[in-house]
């Protein structure tokens, strides 16, 4: 098929950083670019430039035009970026926003509307972050000035909904939320495509990372090796985990958590890791690009979320065939089955989430068991494969109908 007949999509992505989302638009744009001619937006920040950078040689065009809106309205103010963005819009056959907050792409998918964009498309990727706006307290008068901000994105958020063609959340728990928040009377206006991810990636043997064992230049024999994949920010609950380490390292001393990405509070979790003495059997590692490598020299992953989309750490983690002990949180609640593929904790339960980590290290077999469990589970419901053919299926559904024929 000639770029000549193959249809136009932007697909439109504003936040800064690279990680779970961008994991998502990869996937996507490496199974549908042969199909569709795809346009991908993004912030003129650094580190995004550089991920394009795999895509140069590609037919994916890379245009670093994303407002720099982040819960926020101040994206209207850029009027050259406006200007720029509504010529792209306006020969699209479809605009596809994702989502990295709630209230993300807010100027953006306007924008869309005014160029006559016909279908708007948006895959909301966070939405039960709308369930912690309010989670820190503040002073009286900075309590008013948050509570107004809210009202008014929720507002502008409502009116946009009737602009869209479709919405796509990443499970079923999150489109029940999202129906019920918004009170939707179309439910067939939203659909639930899960995450995936290359599982073919994850599929290395604990051998083949004697070189990253070597780069921790450890003092000692560890006993076992205990990941965690996720962002260091308020909502991934490392906070949690460290206080739940004492009880672990008491029963298992030589025990070593692996701290894998990076964010606003390393700092802050540096520091906790010394008040409550477990420094010793913490390595933060950063943003790392071996975590294939990292999670097959593991024992255990952990995520203990305070809230989720659909993560893509826990179907990596479960794609390498690891047994998992994550928070019982929307989104990750689906892909991790209690008790058959790992456990489930309550958010913030510190006791508990020590007493699954000991039962799964005191327990080989049973590890394996829920770590051969996660593989098959993963490879039915989670690859990139699946992901891409129902977004295929979704796109060519959209093209072939008028924007506002029911779905069927």
């Known amino acids: 098929m000639s770029n000549s007949t193959r249809q136009e999509i932007v697909i439109y992505f ?9 994991g998502v638009i990869d996937n996507l744009l490496q199974t549908l670019s042969s199909r569709y001619q795809i346009k991908l937006v993004f912030r003129d920040t650094k580190n995004l430039n550089e991920w394009f950078q795999k895509y ?32 792209l819009f306006r020969s699209a056959s479809i605009v596809h926003f994702h989502l990295h907050t709630p209230f993300s792409c807010l100027p953006a998918l306007f924008i869309a509307k005014l160029a006559g964009v016909e279908t708007l498309l948006t895959t909301e990727h966070y939405i039960t972050q709308l369930q912690f706006l309010r989670r820190r307290k503040l002073i009286f008068i900075l309590d008013i000035i948050r509570e107004i901000k809210i009202n008014i994105l929720f507002f502008l958020k409502k009116k946009l909904l009737n602009y869209l063609t479709r919405t796509v959340t990443v499970s079923e728990s999150n489109r029940h939320f999202f129906v019920e928040t918004f ?12 995450n995936g991810i290359d599982l073919k990636k994850f599929i290395i043997k604990a051998n083949q990372s004697h070189n990253f064992l070597d780069e921790l230049n450890l003092t000692y024999k560890p006993s076992h090796f205990i990941v965690v994949v996720a962002g260091l920010n308020n909502q991934k609950g ?31 979790l540096e520091r906790q890791t010394k008040e409550v003495n477990v420094f010793e059997n913490i ?18 992953f952990v995520l203990p979320s305070l809230f989720e989309g659909m993560p893509l750490s826990v179907i990596e983690a479960m794609a390498a065939g690891k047994a998992v002990v994550a928070t019982n949180v929307d989104g990750t609640a689906e892909v991790v ?49 699946r992901m891409a053919l129902q977004y295929k299926q979704l796109y060519d559904d959209l093209i072939n109908r008028h924007a506002d024929k029911p779905f069927s």
């Open 283 to 300: 390595i933060f590692l950063g943003t790392r690009s071996d975590v294939p490598y990292i999670l097959a020299i593991s024992d255990l």
């Open 238 to 268: 490392h906070e949690y985990l460290i206080r739940a380490i004492p009880s672990v390292i008491k029963e298992f001393p030589q025990a070593v958590f692996l701290f894998v990405g990076d964010g606003i509070l390393r700092l802050n």
């Open 337 to 385: 089955q209690d008790n058959i593929t790992g456990f489930l904790v309550a958010p913030k339960d510190i006791e508990q989430l020590a007493e699954k980590i000991l039962i799964l290290l005191k327990d080989e077999q049973l590890r394996i068991a829920f770590g051969k469990r996660g593989l098959e589970r993963v490879n039915k419901f989670y690859s990139r494969e």
């Open 183 to 194: 009170g939707l009377l179309q439910e067939s206006s939203t659909i639930t495509i899960p």
């Open 56 to 87: 140069q040689s590609s037919e994916i065009t890379g245009y670093p035009l994303a407002l720099h809106n982040n819960e926020d309205v101040f994206g209207w103010l850029d009027i050259i970026r406006i200007f720029k963005l509504f010529k």
């Open 14 to 22: 504003e936040g800064k950083e690279t990680g779970g989302v961008t």
